[in-house]
């Protein structure tokens, strides 16, 4: 036999029944859903929604602050690219401002995002919009 080490010395004292039945459980029987019928209790269940109802936003921003925001966060980089796969070469300067522009842009839509904190009726939310 061998040397015993700390988990068989933590593992001597408790009770491990590792005994299965012979013979599977009775399977629960399905009912159909015609023979469910709704009852009060039910009733009162289902009125109140599981969700909340979120009207759906337009695709395109309507502000035109957050159309040139966004025109510099994918604008910016796909000129970049444009102009390296043409074999255009840029200023330092030009570069310099297209990211200063990329940076700008992206730090202003994260500061319009809504704020979903304890002011709102609905805070301890899960974040999920349907």
Not at 42 to 53: A, G, H, I, L, S
Not at 69 to 75: E, K, S, T
């Amino acid at each position: 036999m061998t040397e015993r080490d700390d988990f068989d010395k933590i593992v001597e004292g408790l009770d491990l029944d590792f005994s299965f039945p012979d013979e599977p459980a009775d399977p629960v029987r399905q009912e159909s859903p015609e023979a469910w019928v709704p009852d009060a209790e039910d009733k009162v269940q289902t009125e109140e929604p599981f969700y909340r109802k979120v009207d759906a936003t337009p695709l395109i921003p309507r502000r035109r602050g957050v159309m040139l925001a966004w025109f510099g966060v994918v604008g910016v980089p796909l000129a970049i690219v444009l102009a390296t796969v043409f074999r255009v070469f840029l200023d330092r300067s030009v570069l310099a401002g297209g990211v200063l522009i990329f940076v700008a842009s992206s730090i202003y839509l994260f500061l319009q995002l809504p704020e979903h904190g304890p002011s709102r009726p609905d805070w301890p939310d899960d974040g999920a919009v349907l």
